[in-house]
Structure formats: structure tokens, C-alpha cells
């Protein structure tokens, strides 16, 4: 077996930021929308598009993985969808594509970034749910998958430019999800360091010093540079103890932050300078101080980040998450705190919230629900909201499990505004950023 190959199959953290997007995981893996997860090259966007499998409702149907970076561009088709026999020549039998295999599970597209304007266009209609005729054939397939995609690019960049379709790239990122670069994330260095020494020299251990270098270490290739560091440290160090000389860290990279290198020090003054002078013109407001520079708010809120300037607005500087309109609106908040519901007859029943949406509450512990039919009025607090919040619903579902979902019939337009700002607020706390904020 070759132990550069060998990757993580499960991602390995021990900081605040993943412990953060792991359940952002969790959230994502329970809907059925779409995903986009974006991130530089070797920082795990396939363990995060495995992990959302594995705590969805398909976790048990087929997990069908493809890189449109490893075929040829006329390939790309014949693989996602299959042909027919004699589509073209060396097709000596039917064959099924991907989409077909992954039916019922999940299909992850990695590098989606790098498939044809063409292709693209015949992918944003299977995402729609519409039939696909397979190359050569005349019967169409219907497929249920869910697609999760992932890319090393910017996705607003390349829509900008023109090498991604708009429409797609909204019907792809209905959840949006970031992985910080391991430089980022330096409280995971020696973790993920210590699982592949673990694997592969468990005898061994690395050294202060070289604990000191790694998590020095800048880190450009990110996971992948760290798994192949420290395996061939313990492949080819003699001694117990790893020291950094075992590790061929000046190799690799300097060991030092790209943002401390002296080079091109006055032209960085400059970018910073320009960045807050158009900033401050347009009132601190991020999206039109990116539309102004030409560049996205991401880029924009890395490098108010790595100048140390700036005030990002809550949930806006990079965001391990973004959330479409459609997702933003059936947002679900999990909190714990009591409700009083009164029926038609004037009778009081006091139940738990489990969750809270602008639409909505679940809630637990309603024993029998035959006595809540017909208009409800619902009386509850949030934590964080003064007031005490009256509204009527319906009960649209309940179980045996003492488990209901009441969905508002009437909201004042002041009880509509303070619901949606507390949800926007746990949005932010979870680490989302809405796609269409007005940051």
C-alpha cells in the first residue's frame, strides 16, 4: 500500500472553527437541498461532503463520488450519465452513469468548477428533477439524487467572469459551506499530525521542536502537505522522537506566515490603504465596497482579516456557511424553553419548544392532541427577547412520541420582525451568512 495515498476518513479537529461546521454538517445532512462546499485544495471538502451523508436520510443508499478534474473534457458526459450501446466508438454495451448508480443516495461532484459551459447546462436540468436521455439513447431516466459539489475556486469569481452559470451555481449552493485553510485553523495541526503518526509510526513521537515548527508552518497545501510531512518523517526517521530536521518543513514551504514575508511590503500598504478608503466611502457596507474594487465579499473580508482592519459585520467574515433564501426562510432554530397553548375552549396546555422558524414551532410534550384542533393561541419567550411573544397557529402534525408541529396563522408585522432577527441571529452563531444579506 502506498502511505502517501492513505487520507483521512473521517475529519480530525480539536478548535473552536470545525468543531463549528461539523454541526453545521449535521443541519445540512437532515434537509435534502443542495450543496456547495468550497475551500483550498487539500483541506478535506470530501470529508465534509461525506460526513453530510453519512447524518442524512440516504446514509444507507449509494455514495457515488466523481473529479471532473481526472477525465478528459468528452469524457465528463458519458460518465455522469451513461451512453447507449454504439453512441460512439468503443461503446460495445449500455452503460449506466453516475447519476444513475447514485440513485436514492448521493452523487459528490468534486471540482465542479471545472466542468463545460455545455455540461452545465444539462446538469442544472437533472438538479431540477427533469428526465436525461443517456448519450445516444432515445428513453429518458429519472434519477433521485442528492448532489453535493465542491471546488477550489471562488464561485462568485467564476460567475462574475463567466465560466460558471449563474442559475447553477444558486441551484448548487442552496447550503454553502466553507473549510478554512489549515493556516486558519492551527489548533488542528498537531491532532491531524498525531492521527497520521499514530497510523504509520506508533512507536513514534514528534519532538517540541517539531511541534513548534508545524504549527508555525503556513501550511499552503494544507491537510494533504501535513499527512505527507509527517509520513515521510516516520517512514524514513530512525529514532523514536521526531525532531524538525526529520520533517523537511524549508522544503515544503517557509516556515513562517505568508502575511509576515518582507516582499512586496509597500504594494500591501497600498491594497490595504485602498481597501479602507473605499470602505469608509461606502459606509462600511461590505457588498458595495467589493462591487467597487472588483472582487468578491469573501476576498474582501480575508484581507480586512489579514490587515487587522475593519469591523465584519456578524456572520460576514468568512463565513463557514451561506444559506439561499429559500433556506435562510425554512431556517429551524433548536432551543428549549416553554410555550402555553390555549384551544378554542379556553383550556391552557403547557408544552416545551424544541425549534423555531418564521413559519412555525416544533414542540414536545403535547399528550393529546385532539384537544389542540381548530385556532391556537401561543404565549412563549426567546432567550435574548424581552417581550413575551403571542401568536395564534394550527397544529399541522402530531405523534405519538407526545412530538407537534403548529404552524403560525397570525403574526403582527413588530412579532414577524423580532423572530426574524433572533433566527438571524442564530444563524450568525451557528456561522451562517445568508445569500442575500445586505452585508
Not at 443508499?61 to 450501446?85: A, M, Q, R
Not at 465560466?163 to 491532532?191: G, I, K
Not at 470602505?279 to 467597487?292: C, F, P, Y
Request: hydrophobic share 40%; glycine share 8%.
Amino acid at each position: 500500500m502506498d502511505v502517501f495515498a492513505e487520507a483521512l476518513v473521517e475529519p480530525v479537529f480539536r478548535g473552536a472553527t470545525m468543531q463549528k461546521l461539523m454541526r453545521m454538517t449535521e443541519r445540512v445532512g437532515r434537509n435534502t437541498a443542495a450543496v456547495l462546499i468550497t475551500g483550498e485544495t487539500g483541506t478535506g471538502k470530501e470529508l465534509i461532503a461525506r460526513a453530510i451523508h453519512r447524518h442524512s436520510l440516504r446514509c444507507c443508499k449509494p455514495w457515488v463520488d466523481i473529479n471532473c478534474t481526472t477525465l478528459p473534457e468528452h469524457l465528463v458526459e458519458s460518465e455522469l450519465f451513461g451512453y447507449e450501446k454504439g453512441a460512439f466508438s468503443g461503446a460495445d454495451s449500455r452503460k449506466e452513469g453516475l447519476f444513475e448508480l447514485a440513485h436514492k443516495g448521493t452523487l459528490f461532484l468534486d471540482e465542479i468548477g471545472e466542468i463545460n459551459p455545455k455540461l452545465q447546462v444539462k446538469l442544472l436540468r437533472v438538479l431540477d428533477g427533469a428526465p436525461y436521455y443517456r448519450l445516444g439513447g432515445n428513453t429518458k431516466v429519472a434519477v433521485d439524487v442528492r448532489v453535493i459539489a465542491a471546488t477550489n475556486q471562488d464561485p462568485e469569481t467564476a460567475v462574475s467572469e463567466g465560466r460558471f452559470r449563474s442559475d447553477l451555481y444558486h441551484r448548487l449552493a442552496q447550503f454553502h459551506l466553507h473549510v478554512p485553510p489549515l493556516r486558519d485553523r492551527r489548533e488542528d495541526v498537531l491532532p491531524i499530525a498525531e492521527y497520521y503518526l499514530r497510523l504509520h509510526g506508533p512507536d513514534q513521537r514528534l519532538a517540541p521542536d517539531a511541534v513548534a515548527a508545524l504549527e508555525a508552518h503556513s501550511w499552503p497545501g494544507n491537510v494533504r502537505e501535513l499527512r505527507n510531512i509527517v509520513l515521510k518523517a516516520a517512514t524514513l526517521c530512525d529514532s523514536q522522537e521526531i525532531h524538525v530536521a526529520d520533517l523537511e518543513l524549508v522544503a515544503a514551504a517557509p516556515v513562517c506566515s505568508v502575511d509576515d514575508a518582507p516582499a512586496d511590503r509597500q504594494l500591501d500598504e497600498v491594497e490595504r490603504d485602498t481597501i479602507l478608503v473605499t470602505l469608509a466611502a461606502s459606509d462600511g457596507h461590505h457588498g458595495v465596497t467589493a462591487e467597487k474594487l472588483g472582487i468578491s465579499r469573501r476576498t474582501l473580508s480575508r484581507k480586512l482579516k489579514r490587515y487587522g482592519s475593519g469591523s465584519p459585520q456578524p456572520g460576514e467574515a468568512e463565513p463557514l456557511g451561506v444559506l439561499s433564501p429559500k433556506q435562510k426562510n425554512c431556517f429551524r432554530a433548536a432551543v428549549r424553553t416553554p410555550v402555553v397553548i390555549r384551544n378554542q375552549r379556553g383550556d391552557e396546555l403547557a408544552c416545551e419548544i424544541a425549534n423555531v422558524s418564521i413559519g412555525g414551532l416544533g414542540v414536545l410534550g403535547l399528550e393529546n392532541p385532539f384537544t389542540s384542533t381548530g385556532a391556537l393561541d401561543l404565549s412563549f419567550t426567546l432567550p435574548g427577547v424581552p417581550s413575551q411573544i403571542n401568536v395564534q397557529g394550527t397544529l399541522v402534525w402530531a405523534n405519538v412520541q407526545k412530538m407537534a408541529g403548529i404552524r403560525f396563522t397570525q403574526l403582527t408585522p413588530e412579532t414577524q420582525r423580532v423572530l426574524r432577527e433572533w433566527l438571524i441571529q442564530k444563524q450568525n452563531e451557528e456561522g451562517w451568512r445568508a445569500l442575500d444579506s445586505p452585508s
